[in-house]
């Protein structure tokens, strides 16, 4: 049985975590050496979310003190009703009780996924990647020595070192209770994990983001989102992979011979649909497939659609349900496109970038979901909790 640790207990354990994290950087970043020079794949992506520098420590520690600087997601009051016999009915947060995080090259999760998950009171189970193996176990290390010198027992955070096939049959059969799982990674492993998963699965991270040039656009702007939202980390989920602009943009040729110059500087990969085909250093793509793919990585699809209207038929057909862009000046087709737009996160005249906990204001994110139950986008720390029913009466019967 877990008995949820107090407030004060949590919030000890992220500080003392934050400190040997610090502390140990020498010992993580070698750890992470070893784990970079074992990776075989030519993933950039991959390796990007693999390596840990004194930059990554620092976010890792900064994240874990912001933690435990927030309320307690728990007991937490959202409804509350008297009967008319007296019977005092509320309802208020709940730990979920055991979460199972899969994930795949990032050792930061095994930070600030598991401190969100066990800030909200619930015990982790971690089964990262074997291409971040020693990483990890630094890590793990770490929070059992948070956990043991603030009186805590070490089975708050455990983790998995399982072959592919021990975690299909620990998902199939788990040896102890299991309440969510939440994979981080690309599309294989949602699919693995929802195939085998006996209890729920938060799916999280799929990106395909899509950007939309209106004809009412302010051009400079609208190359500036788009390089941001491509260049900056072509890693994370909230990169765009598509672009779309309005068959009526003015000065179209000009601005999108600008677009792909601006592009290529960052050694981009420009491809076409039909309608834009014969664009200078651009080739069209060869299946219609393609837009439906995540790229991470320096690759990028323009195309062209008659207006507001057919660009979010578009998205809503081919996007992954992450985050989508309007470049506009006029409000009511932002408002269209905003509230028509079948996207975790929606934006007007600003970068996809911006979809993350940190960002918006959650003080980190366990993952982000393009589900629609529980918790869509960025699940923050009050969105890692189920909730439970309060009764208390006299000795009412019915």
Known sequence: ???T????????VLKRMAELVQQEESILISANEKDINSFESGDIAMIDRLKVDKNKVREMA????????????????????????????SNKTASFGTIMIIYESRPDVTIEAAGI????????????????????????????????????????????????????????????????IVPRGGEKLIAFVKQHAQCPVIVSGRGNNFVYVSHESDLQMALDVIINAKTTKISACNAVDKVIISRDLPRKMEFLNLLVQSLKKYNVEVLTDAK?????????????LVWYEEFLDYKIVLGQVPDVEEAIQHINTYGGGHSASIITKNEEEADLFMQ?????????????????GGQFGL????????????????????????????????????
């Open 117 to 180: 998950a066990f800030k909200s009171g619930n015990k982790i189970l971690l089964k990262g990647g074997k291409e971040s193996l020693n990483s990890n176990l630094v890590l793990v290390n770490l929070w059992h020595k948070a956990l043991e010198s603030c009186e805590c027992s070490e089975d708050w955070i455990t983790y998995l070192n399982y072959s592919r096939e021990e975690t299909q049959q620990f998902l199939e059969n788990p040896t102890q209770k299991l309440d969510l």
């Open 363 to 398: 003080g980190g994110e366990l993952a982000i979901s393009t589900d629609k139950l529980h918790q869509r986008g960025p699940i923050g720390l009050q969105h890692l909790v189920t909730n439970k029913w309060y009764v208390k009466g006299n000795g009412q019967v019915r």
């Open 340 to 356: 028509n737009v079948d996207t975790a996160a929606v934006y007007h005249n600003a970068s996809t970038r911006f979809t993350d």
């Open 5 to 12: 640790l107090s407030l004060t207990k949590r919030n000890a």
């Open 62 to 89: 900064s994240s874990l003190k912001k933690l435990a600087a927030l309320p307690d997601p728990l007991h937490v009051e959202r409804f509350q009703f008297t009967h008319d016999n007296g019977l005092e009915i």
């Open 1 to 3: 049985m877990i008995i």
């Open 276 to 288: 834009l085909a014969g664009l200078e250093g651009t080739s069209q793509i060869d299946n219609e």
